[in-house]
């Protein structure tokens, strides 16, 4: 009997709020999820959490001196996966990154290769750009795995002290010249002989995550990991 409420219960609750799936609009019937089940199939994972010398590793090697790395999906033009990350970064679409940080954070967990994370520390951005998007789309994201893998989150431990605009169509070469003295550690103390997840939306040249990693593992004692929603192929 107590079982029926329920399903009537949840069905007038659904009636009364309406919950979507954010890519085919389809009706969900669970609140905690964002896609249906079919477009959930469509999600493109990599499995580099698990890999050693995976893409992602390999596409640092030599600029950073990291323990592990990887990308929880592929990032491929026109797709599922570029609609919801344009959902989180330009949509205030939150509810987004905290679905894409759960997929992180069950993967991270499972792989074994980063259980010695102590902080996740997610992609400064500039204070102008954070007030202007009235959030960090990498907080979030943290957020999300922090709620599936128990990892303390520290925010402005370093921050982003050069607004730069999108940098899309520059190449790698001049874009390292233009992240040269943008982040600045403020908070010595908190990383201190601690291992660090950075954590970013997209892994495109990985100039960004090359700078901010530079900044942190010149810390005594500090070791650095990478973890990316996605992975531009
Ligand atoms: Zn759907």
């Not at 990887?70 to 491929?76: N, R």
Request: with cysteine.
């Amino acid at each position: 009997m107590l079982f029926r409420f329920e399903n009537i219960f949840q069905d007038f609750s659904r009636l009364l709020f309406p919950h979507f799936c954010v890519a085919c609009g389809c009706d969900l019937k669970h609140r905690d999820t964002i896609l249906c089940f079919h477009c959930q199939q469509e999600l493109p994972f990599t499995n580099f959490f698990s890999l050693p010398n995976n893409p992602v590793e390999k596409s640092f090697y030599g600029r950073l001196n990291f323990q592990a790395a990887g990308s929880t999906f592929y990032f491929t033009k026109d797709s599922l996966l570029q609609y919801l990350l344009s959902e989180l970064k330009y949509k205030q679409n939150i509810s987004v990154g905290y679905y894409l940080g759960r997929m992180m954070g069950y993967q991270l967990q499972l792989s074994e290769r980063f259980d010695s994370i102590d902080l996740l520390i997610p992609m400064p951005l500039h204070p102008k750009k954070q007030k202007a998007r009235g959030y960090n789309q990498a907080t979030i994201l943290c957020k999300g795995i922090q709620s599936v893998w128990n990892k303390p989150i520290a925010e402005n431990v370093i921050i982003r002290k050069v607004f730069s605009n999108s940098q899309t169509l520059q190449d790698r070469i001049h874009r390292w010249e233009n992240m040269e003295g943008i982040f600045e550690l403020k908070e010595r103390a908190q990383i201190y002989q601690k291992h660090l997840l950075l954590v970013d939306d997209v892994t495109t040249t990985g100039a960004s995550l090359e700078a901010l990693g530079s900044v942190l593992e010149a810390e005594k004692g500090v070791k650095i990991s990478v973890a990316t929603a996605a992975y531009t192929i």
